[in-house]
């Protein structure tokens, strides 16, 4: 395989193209457009289904919605299928199960969790079932309502986990993979004040980790068949620096031997080394850019992609043997990139 190829997602206006296909060469780092379609506003957030033929992307406004899209990545088409409300403002995340039975999606104005059918074209059938968070946090400018950030599927079960930035809690929940039907198992709260967003899992070790926006730290989470129980916390900035930031995305790498953060003010790449599913720190590295809401490591590759919503670049990064991103390769201008998707095929 000499190429991969990168889905985009941004806070593009409906009448420019938001979402971006980009073949990787995976000898350079290399990024070259392959395609793109417009038509949604603010297209932030993209799940691609297993198959890597179809996918899906919110529409991040009031009153947003969840459209999904059928994709060739070798002849450069996409096409959108359907689209459905998000049940709520701001739709902020959206996931397909391992499965690719239902996409789940949350709205962070809305307070809503959603979940949604998949039909066998990958076009989306009406919505199963929603329910919606309440609650605040210890923050009076950013936690003043329940905000629901990110859900994320817990490998190989019918748990999901929903990251509430306002109500400083991590939400347990069962999808009944027959019916669609959610419901809420168990709440686990986060220190006051730390804003969770998004989590991510070890690959083989009973272990996940949630990064914290508002205080910029991360979460090691042992997992007790489904339940969390908090480990440690460390932060994803320096001891030195003292200007403002907000944490944004975690990956684990597919050996389970680092976790990344990045940092959107310090502009940063946090990485970690894991040890018995602890961190510890290892050093930061520039993003390649101004913003790093998102980024993504390609499979069976050792390349990074990273997109820079502030400077409006995204970055392709070498990690090295020791773990650590190197200097940016490659680095493409694009609208506003929020969201960068690996896609499978």
Not at 41 to 57: I, K
Not at 168 to 188: F, S
Request: charged fraction near 20%.
């Amino acid at each position: 395989m000499t190429s991969a190829y990168i889905l985009s997602g941004s806070y593009a206006a409906a009448e420019q193209a938001g979402i971006t296909l980009w073949e990787l060469e995976l000898s350079s780092g290399a990024l070259t457009k392959k395609a793109a379609i417009a038509g949604v506003e603010r297209p932030s957030f993209l799940a691609v289904h297993p198959t890597g033929r179809t996918f899906a992307a919110v529409s991040e406004t009031g009153n947003g919605e969840v459209i999904a899209y059928w994709i060739n990545p070798q002849s450069g088409a996409i096409q959108e299928l359907n689209r459905q409300s998000a049940n709520g403002d701001h739709p902020a995340h959206v996931t397909i199960d391992e499965d690719g039975q239902w996409a789940l999606t949350v709205t962070y104005s809305g307070a809503t969790v959603s979940a949604y059918p998949l039909l066998a074209d990958g076009s989306l059938g009406e919505m199963a079932d929603s329910k919606r968070h309440e609650g605040t946090g210890a923050d009076t400018d950013r936690q003043d309502a329940a905000h629901p950030h990110s859900i994320f599927q817990m490998p190989g079960t019918n748990r999901f986990f929903v990251s509430d930035l306002g109500m400083d809690a991590i939400i347990r929940y069962r999808l009944d993979m027959h019916t669609g039907k959610l419901e809420q198992e168990a709440l686990v709260k986060t220190e006051p004040g730390a804003g969770p967003r998004h989590m991510a899992f070890h690959p083989s070790a009973s272990f996940a980790y949630g990064v914290n926006e508002l205080n910029s730290t991360v979460s090691v989470y042992k997992l007790d068949g489904n339940q969390l129980e908090e480990v440690q916390t460390l932060s994803t900035v320096p001891e030195t620096f003292s200007g403002n930031n907000t944490a944004a995305e975690i990956v684990v790498s597919d050996d389970g031997q680092f976790v990344y953060v990045s940092n959107r003010g310090h502009n940063s790449l946090a990485v970690f080394g894991v040890a018995e599913g602890l961190l510890n720190a290892l050093g930061h590295r520039d993003a390649g850019g101004a913003g790093p809401r998102h980024f993504t490591l390609v499979n069976n590759s050792t390349w990074m992609i990273i997109a820079n919503e502030q400077s409006g670049t995204i970055s392709s990064k070498k990690i090295d043997d020791n773990g650590m991103p190197g200097e940016t390769a490659y680095s493409v201008q694009t609208i506003e990139p929020v969201c960068v998707r690996p896609l499978k095929y």
